[in-house]
Structure formats: structure tokens, C-alpha cells
């Protein structure tokens, strides 16, 4: 770890840098890859799983047969824990369910809103090494709850030519069928254009590597909505003197774990730390499998002391990081304080690792400081919200002149004149 | 207008095309204009006023002595439909204030999630020929209620160096102190980098000529969040027989003098209104001002004859038009049937101007066909939801097992092992 103490707050700027992707450097690769996929279709996306995941699928549509067959092949004990989780985020996304009544502005004028789900979404989610068949969770369980027509999955196949089999029973679970064998920057593609086989979607949901993200940041400009700009995950840490190191240490593994660009802060007002939680990361990484991967990881994060909680504080929300945990003695004033953040565990015994996987919230969140400007992903990401207004005679002949008047100041006299014609009329009615 | 009947669905999307543009044309332009601003600051905002403006402002920010000047200028009348409409606008605003509980997912997990306002933003209002007023109500209020802490306006100068008295006096209602001179893609650049003058902000909204739109395209990929993508307005109208021609004529030409490029559509399952909106159009036209460049607008205007009301609803849905107008004998199932969409008015007594100005509903609204897969501004657009967690030792005891299962399967032991340590501690403690 890195270690500082009280830096300036003129020095934040040093110490809150992230990974910058230049998708200039990208950008060309991407763009030749997109192109050929609304270009060629299936025949570009046959090519580029030869190309990049080394598979050569004439079909890269997965059959139900291999889902029978994934579902068979999953051990029960997941099978239960995944249940389990879904049952959760099930409920914390259905409490986001808003009632909105509908209002009365002004006399005889009612306006609403409605939630209307997005038709069409696809969702990426990365195979690869390890297979993320939580993220899965997370985009599916909210989506089923808006109650999006259709949903079509992209994963990267292996080796093999498959997708990981806890992939697809996430997939059955959550009624998805339409699942295709396709990763990287023409996954994305395929689902922003559409293909003969891969349907267009309207919104693309998912994390992904380098190029996935650039590739989403493309489609954005030309139409297809995607969830939030993506980055490396990150993790920030508050703690004070009541704070357990262990915890603190292992906390800062498991962020390490996702990649060699992960980052890992630890905010405190406790000097000791600084040397206790080195410490106890060198005594758990031991016998980790992959330790060696995680320690280059860890090389770039940072321990960070403050005189006091309040600049630590401060320090989190000039940051913003993704995930921040806070284990202090009384934690409420420090909670209220924050302003930047993706989600937020309270305590010793809420680690990172709980909502990655089961408490119920969601993990698809925002980084690289986007949490200043972004929500991560939630049952709202899944809908559009419609208008409506509906205005009586009484209403119109209130806020009319109104209208009238302002139309007017911006020099828009047809809109001036389509009130004015209705009042004319009610006028006659009146007579 | 041009007259189609019956229209194959295999052709809609010809009939459902938009002015499409392309970044690519203007972004070298833009790229230039980013870059400048980026690097010189408030030099490159002198010359580009200078350039595209015509002005020559070594002092940009607008003073508070301008503002009182402006205040006085404003007729009363103007004063007080402003004052109306903010009030309206503000109770349908309000009224999105969300209650959110805090639940438990499973027993002793604690989840919830918490609105707070994104910090600094930053509104566009365009100028120009018209001053746009009512654009800064839209985006202010709800600021306001959100109650983010800076927010700041950039509109472009006219001829005399002067922004408009009614943006002045509306900023000045809102309590929007902080105004600058700058127009076009500048001053997206302006807010997006933060000059000597003009505060960097988290989000940016508003709409702007084609070098605005795509200007605020490139900064959203460098980290500023923006309002949402933006084309030329549009309104589609769904009519049947119990429509007043003079009504439909009115509200399209309203929406036609927003530009050349507005768009304006007709559905209806009645014949007649082929040949009479038309001559309707013709007749209302005649002494309308600036008549000659609605009427190049209405040029491209389509009136569609459907068989019955639901294929008309069908297209609707399928254009996903910003502003939709309903005028049936009975709406309530068409308006249960619309799912792409920004705004509805329902009825005779709703033009699409009530919601422009004065009905409380927010004007900011998706085109171009985005409708589909993004929402109007309302008050979410000016928070993020961070979400919390907090788990008791029963908490982490109950899912605790499923973390550790579902983490292992994707091969990521830090995150199992995070939950681990904290379950064997408990272990010990109840020993």
C-alpha cells in the first residue's frame, strides 16, 4: 500500500486520479468492429468469435438443449444460494415501485406521469475467466420486475464454445431464452443494430473490458441507450479506531481481486492502520488462490490518514468512489455527510461482498467518479416515464392567457394562437 | 402536407425517419471548439464570442446590476404568468419527491436508497432569434426542489452583447445568480472543463443547435453527464372524427414554427381531415407572422390515413413521438395503449402549448425517436439514488452462507473469504 498523511486538499486531485480510457486509442479498432457488424451482420459475427475467442460457431445462438443441460449441471447448493438472492434483490427492486398520483396544477389542468418499460434490452455479461452470472442477476431480476418485453442476453463463449453453464441457469430462472454466444465490441454491436439472428435492442445494460466500453459509449451517440459509463471497480474504506483491520484488510482483497486496475482506498483518522492493515494483507493473502495477482493490485492502493473523520469524509466525497464502506463507532453523522457514493456499507458486518451477491441491492454502479453524476442501476433504469396531461374547459381558460402571454414574450405565435383559438370557442360557448 | 393512406407496415420506417444528425460533419468543428476552451479558458470564450457571436465581451458574467435592470424592464403582466407558471410547475415537481422505506431483504439485512442532489449543474438556454425563457423554468425548478447546490446558466449574447431581460428575470425569480454569455458549443466546453470564469459542473442540460447537441455528445463521453440526446421537436396527433380540423391545424402549427425541421404528423382514421386540416392549415396561416417559414416547415408535414384508430396508436408507438396529442371521442384505451412517447395531451382542451409553458409538466422531452428508451426531464434528472446497506451479525449470519457459494463460483475466494472471516469471528463470539 501506499501510504499518506493529511495530504493538502490542493493534493485530492493527485490522489483521487483513476485509470483514464482514452477511447481514442481504442476507437478505431471499435468503430472497424461496429461497422462490420451492422454492415455484415452475423456473417462479422461469426468472424470475430473465430478471431477473438478462438470458436468457430456457425450457430452462435445457445439452444435450449445446452440450457437443459446447464441447468442439469449445476450443483444444488448454488442453485439454492442463487435462489436465495434473487429473492432478495427481488424485493428491494420491487420497493422501488412508485405510486404517483395524479395532480391537479391549477383548477381543471391534471398532469401524471406513467412508467412504461423499455420494449427492447440486451444485457452483456462477461464470461471469460470467470463467469458473472451475478451480474446477470442484477439486470434480470429488475427487468422482469418493469416488465421489459423482450431481453436478450450476450456472453462471451470459452474455449468450448459455450457459455458458462451458471450463466444460463441465471437465464432460465429469470425466463430469458434468447441468449447468444458473442462477446467484446460486436456483442455490442449486434445489439444495438441487430443482426438476422441477434434482434436490436433499446437499451444495453452491462460491464465489460475495454472495448466493450468503448463500444457502448459509440452506440450511446447514435441511439441505443446503455446503463452508465463503466470503468475499474473501486472500493474507499472510512474507519476509525473501532474498526477491525481484519476486516478492513479483507475488504480491500476482495475489491483487489476483480483486477490489476482495481482501486483501493482506506480513509482513516487511526494511525495505527497504516501499518496494522499492510500487515494483516500480507498475513490473508497468503493462502489465496491468485495472490500474486492480487498483490500487483494492491501495489497502487492507497491508506490515507486524516486528523479527523470529517476530512476523511470529505476526502470520500470528492472521490466518489463505487463502493464505499463505513465502519465507525456511530456511523449516522457520517451516513448523513455523504454525497458521492454508489452504495454504501454500514459496519463491521456489511462487507462489500453482500451486495455484490445477496443483500438485495444492486451492483451495477457507477465509477471512475462517476457517482457524482450517476445512480447505479435500479428498477427506474428500466423504464421510460410518459407524461400525460389532461385539461378541462375550466382548465384551458385558466392557464390560457398564461400561455398566451409567455408564447408570446418568446415570439412563438402559432403556439400563442393554438390556445388563443380554444378560448375563442369556449368563449362562443359561453355566450 | 404529403398524404399517405393505409400505409404497408412494412414501410413505416420510411415514414417514421427524422432529420438525422451526423456527428461526423460537425465534429471535427466541435472537437477544435472543446479543445480550445479546454486549454485556454476564458480566452478561447472572448474569441469565440467574438467569431460566432459577434461580440466583444472581455467580461462575460452576466452582473448583478444587469439582472436589476433586466427585472425592471419585464412587463408585469409577463412577471406574473411567469410567476403562475413556476408555481404550476413546481407542484407537479414536487409531487415526484419520492418516500423510499427502508426494507429487510432478509432477516437483519437492511437496505434502502437515498436521493441526493447531483452538486453542480449546468443549464443551456438558447437565445438567439427567440430567448427561451420557459427552457430555464424547466430545468430550474426542479433543480431547485432536487436542491442542488451551484447551478449556473450559459446563453448566448445577442448583437448588443445583452442576454435576454425574461431569462435574466427568470434566473433572478429562481435565485440563479451565476449567468454567463456564452452560446454554442463553447459554452458546453465552458461547463463542462470549467474556465477562470465559468465553474465546471457534474451535468449539463438544455437544448442548442446541432453544434450544442453534438457538443454536449462529446463531453458526456469524457465524464459530464448530460439531460439526454436532442433533435428537432415534434408532435404526432391522433385524431378521429370527433376532432375539431381547426384544433389539429393549430397544434401543428404551432409545432411547425419551432423550425424547418420540426416534425409534424397527422394520424387519423378519418378520411376527410385529409383534405381539411390542410385547407385549414392554409386558412389559419394566412396572417400568422413569420408565415412563409412555418410554411416551409409544414412542407414535410405528413397527414397518415389508418383503417382504424389502433394501427394508428400502432405507428405512434412505433414513431415514439416526443409530443403526442389524443383528441378521440374515447381515449382512455388509446392512452393505455401508448408506450413510446414524452408527453400526452389528452383531449380538445390540452394543446401541446400548456405543457410548452404552463401546466406544470416538464417541456424537456426525448425526439427523435428516443422516447423508446429515455424519459423527459423530471426531478430524478437532477439526483443520484446512492443505496445503503447495513447488516447485523444475524444478518450476515443468514446470507453470509449464500455470498460465500455464489462468490466461489465465480472463482473470486478474496470476496467469499471476506464473509468468512467475519462468520468465524461470530462463530467464536457464540462459542
Request: glycine share 8%; with cysteine; aromatic share 8%.
Amino acid at each position: 500500500m501506499q501510504i499518506y498523511y493529511n495530504p493538502d486538499p490542493a493534493k485530492w486531485g493527485a490522489l483521487a486520479l483513476r485509470p483514464v480510457i482514452n477511447p481514442g486509442l481504442l476507437a478505431k479498432t471499435v468503430n472497424k468492429i461496429l461497422g462490420d457488424v451492422q454492415n455484415e451482420g452475423d456473417k462479422a459475427i461469426i468472424r470475430y468469435n473465430r478471431e477473438f475467442s478462438g470458436v468457430e460457431l456457425d450457430d452462435f445462438a445457445v439452444s435450449q438443449a445446452e440450457i437443459d443441460l446447464a441447468v442439469d449441471r449445476i450443483d444444488p447448493k448454488l442453485k439454492a444460494a442463487i435462489e436465495s438472492a434473487v429473492k432478495n434483490i427481488d424485493a428491494f427492486h420491487r420497493a422501488q415501485i412508485r405510486q404517483e398520483n395524479k395532480i391537479q396544477t391549477a383548477a381543471g389542468v391534471y398532469c401524471w406521469r406513467k412508467p412504461v418499460a423499455i420494449e427492447n434490452v440486451g444485457f452483456y455479461v462477461p464470461g471469460g475467466s470467470a463467469p458473472l452470472f451475478s451480474t446477470l442477476l442484477m439486470l434480470a431480476v429488475p427487468a422482469k420486475i418493469a416488465g421489459c418485453k423482450q431481453i436478450i442476453i450476450c456472453s462471451p463463449p470459452n474455449a468450448n464454445g459455450n457459455v458458462a453453464a451458471s450463466i444460463l441457469y441465471c437465464a432460465r430462472l429469470l425466463g430469458i431464452d434468447k441468449i447468444y454466444k458473442i462477446g467484446g465490441a460486436q456483442a455490442i454491436g449486434a445489439m444495438a443494430y441487430g443482426t438476422a439472428t441477434v434482434p436490436a435492442v433499446y437499451k444495453i445494460f452491462g460491464p465489460g473490458n475495454q472495448y466493450v466500453t468503448v463500444a457502448k459509449q459509440m452506440v450511446n451517440i447514435t441511439g441505443t441507450a446503455i446503463d452508465m459509463p463503466a470503468g475499474p471497480s473501486e472500493v474507499a474504506i472510512i474507519a476509525d479506531k473501532s474498526a477491525s483491520p481484519i476486516f478492513i484488510a479483507a475488504d480491500l482483497i476482495a475489491q483487489a481481486e476483480h483486477g490489476p486496475d482495481s482501486q483501493t482506498l482506506l480513509l482513516t483518522d487511526h494511525e495505527p492502520f497504516l501499518e496494522q492493515v499492510p500487515a494483516e494483507i500480507e498475513k490473508q493473502i497468503k493462502d489465496l488462490p491468485r495472490a500474486a495477482f492480487v498483490q500487483k493490485s494492491l501495489h497502487h492502493s492507497k491508506a490515507i490518514h486524516f486528523d479527523n473523520l470529517e476530512a476523511a469524509v470529505d476526502f470520500s466525497n470528492y472521490y466518489a468512489p463505487e463502493h464505499l464502506i463505513v465502519m465507525t463507532r456511530s456511523s449516522d453523522d457520517i451516513i448523513s455527510k455523504i454525497i458521492n457514493a454508489g452504495s454504501v456499507f454500514i459496519g463491521d458486518w456489511s462487507p462489500e461482498a453482500a451486495g455484490d451477491y445477496a443483500s438485495g441491492t444492486n451492483h451495477t454502479l457507477p465509477t471512475g467518479g462517476f457517482a457524482r453524476n450517476y445512480s447505479g442501476v435500479s428498477l427506474d433504469s428500466f423504464y421510460k416515464y410518459i407524461t400525460f396531461q389532461e385539461l378541462t374547459r375550466q382548465g384551458i381558460k385558466n392557464i390560457g392567457p398564461l400561455i398566451e402571454t409567455m408564447a408570446n414574450a418568446e415570439q412563438l405565435a402559432g403556439h400563442a394562437r393554438s390556445v388563443m383559438t380554444r378560448l375563442e370557442i369556449l368563449d362562443g360557448e359561453d355566450r
